[in-house]
C-alpha cells in the first residue's frame, strides 16, 4: 500500500494548509519580537534614577541635573495651582523638595499622597514634566467614621435613663 | 441521523449555574453593596475584577505547568494531561489581558497615566507575550504527542516567570502598589465588606475556571477526534484503493 502524501491539487485547500502551517510560525515569530520590546522599554525607562526625596542629591545617580524620578509624599497645605501650573513640596524621611509641574497631574493627585515626578532638579527646585500618582494599598470605607462615630452615639444613647 | 453531543454533563450544569450565581452576586456586591474607598472614590471597583483576573491566570499557568509535569513524568503519557495544559493556557491568556486592559483603564484613573515601564507592568506583559507563544507552539503542527512534548518543556519554563511578576513590587520599586492580601506580614488592610467582595471575587472566579477549563479540554478532545478521524478515512481510502 502507497502511503506517499498526495499532492493536494485543489487551490482553496492547498491555500488553506499553506495558512495553517505559517500563522502560528509569524505569531511565534511576532512574540519574540514583542517579549524584545517589552524589556528594551523597561531597561530604557529604568535609565532615569528612582530616588526617594532624601536622596536626591545625596545618593550616586541621583545628584547633578541628570534626568530622574524622585518618589515622596504630598506635603499637606503645600499645594499651589496657578495659571497651569501646579506647585507643590515632596517628603520623604524628614527631607522636602519644592516641585513645579507645568499642567494638572491627573488621577488621584491631592496632598498627602505619594508620587513619582519625572524631570530635573534646576536651581533647588525639581522641574517636572511627568507626575504618576502612587496610591497605597491601603483601602479605606469612605463612611467608615461617619458610621464609627454614628455607633458611638448609638452606644451612647442606649446609656441614657429611661 | 446526526446527533449532535455538547461538552456539557449535569455535574458540569451544575457548576455552570452556580458560577453564574456567584458572579451575579459578585456585580451586586461590587457595584452596590460595597462602599467607596475614600481616595479612589467608585475606581476602586475595579480591584473586584482586575486582582480576580490576575489570581486566575495564575491559577492557569500554574494548572498548565502542572499538567505538563504529569504529561512528561507519567509513562503513560495519556494526552489528557497536554489538553487539559493547552485548555488551561487558553483560559490565563484571556484572563491576563483582562487583567491588563482593567488594571490600564484603573492607571489612568488613580495614577493619571494608561501605562508605564514599570516592573510589575512589563513582567505581566511579558508572561502575556510567553503564552501567546505557547499557544501558538501548540499549532506548529506534528503528531499530538510532538505537540504534548514541545508545549510540555516550554510550560515548565514559562511558569518561572509566576514568582518574578508576583513579586516584582518587592524586587523593584514601582508605581504599582504592594500586595494588599498576599502581604508577607500578612497584614489585610482592606476595609470590611471591600474584603468580603475582593475574596468573593477570587472565588467566583476560580469557579469560572474551572468550568471553561472542563469545556475546553473537552472540546479540544473532540478537535482531535475529528482529526484523528481524517486520517483514518484517508488510510481506509488507500486500503481500498489498494484492494482494488
Known amino acids: 500500500m502507497d502511503l506517499t502524501p498526495r499532492p493536494v491539487t485543489d487551490a482553496e485547500s492547498r491555500a488553506q494548509i499553506q495558512r495553517r502551517r505559517w500563522v502560528p510560525m509569524i505569531i511565534v515569530a511576532l512574540a519574540l519580537v514583542a517579549g524584545g520590546v517589552v524589556v528594551s522599554q523597561f531597561l530604557t525607562s529604568a535609565i532615569d534614577y528612582y530616588c526617594n526625596v532624601d536622596e536626591v542629591g545625596v545618593r550616586d545617580g541621583c545628584v547633578g541635573q541628570r534626568r530622574i524620578r524622585v518618589q515622596g ?25 519644592r516641585v513645579r509641574y507645568q499642567g494638572d497631574p491627573g488621577g488621584v493627585f491631592q496632598e498627602c499622597i505619594p508620587v513619582v515626578a519625572h524631570g530635573r532638579v534646576v536651581s533647588g527646585v525639581f522641574d517636572s514634566d511627568r507626575i504618576e500618582v502612587k496610591h497605597t494599598n491601603q483601602y479605606v470605607e469612605k463612611n467608615k467614621t461617619r458610621f464609627d462615630e454614628a455607633t458611638k452615639e448609638t452606644a451612647a444613647c442606649s446609656q441614657l435613663p429611661g | 441521523m446526526t446527533t449532535t453531543q455538547g461538552t456539557a454533563t449535569p455535574t458540569t450544569q451544575k457548576l455552570g449555574i452556580a458560577t453564574a450565581i456567584a458572579l451575579i452576586f459578585l456585580v451586586l456586591s461590587g457595584l452596590i453593596f460595597s462602599a467607596e474607598d475614600v481616595v479612589q472614590g467608585s475606581t476602586v471597583r475595579m480591584m473586584y475584577v482586575h486582582v480576580p483576573s490576575i489570581w486566575v491566570a495564575y491559577l492557569a499557568f500554574g494548572f498548565t505547568a502542572l499538567c505538563s509535569a504529569v504529561y512528561v513524568s507519567n509513562r503513560s ?119 468580603f467582595t475582593l475574596f468573593w471575587g477570587l472565588i467566583s472566579f476560580s469557579m469560572l475556571f474551572a468550568w471553561l477549563l472542563i469545556h475546553r479540554q473537552r472540546l479540544m478532545a473532540l478537535e482531535d477526534a475529528v482529526q484523528d478521524q481524517g486520517l483514518d478515512r484517508a488510510i481506509q481510502e488507500r486500503r481500498t484503493e489498494a484492494g482494488r
Open chain 2, 77 to 195: 503519557r495519556s494526552l489528557i494531561w497536554d489538553r487539559f495544559a493547552g485548555a488551561s493556557a487558553e483560559i490565563g491568556v484571556l484572563f491576563v489581558a483582562i487583567s491588563l486592559v482593567t488594571g490600564s483603564l484603573w492607571g489612568r484613573l488613580t495614577w493619571g497615566t494608561f501605562w508605564v515601564w514599570d516592573a510589575r507592568l512589563t513582567s505581566t506583559a511579558f508572561l502575556f507575550i510567553t503564552y501567546i507563544g505557547y499557544l501558538a507552539v501548540r499549532r506548529l503542527g506534528g503528531t499530538f504527542s510532538q505537540r504534548a512534548r514541545r508545549s510540555a518543556i516550554m510550560a515548565l519554563l514559562a511558569v518561572l516567570e509566576i514568582p518574578l511578576v508576583h513579586f516584582s513590587v518587592n524586587l523593584w520599586r514601582t508605581l504599582h502598589q504592594k500586595a494588599s492580601i498576599a502581604d508577607p506580614n500578612a497584614k489585610v488592610q482592606l476595609d470590611g465588606f471591600m474584603l
Open chain 1, 73 to 97: 509624599i504630598v506635603v499637606e497645605n503645600s499645594l499651589k495651582q496657578s495659571n497651569g501650573v501646579t506647585e507643590f513640596s515632596l517628603v520623604f524621611h524628614d527631607k522636602t523638595l
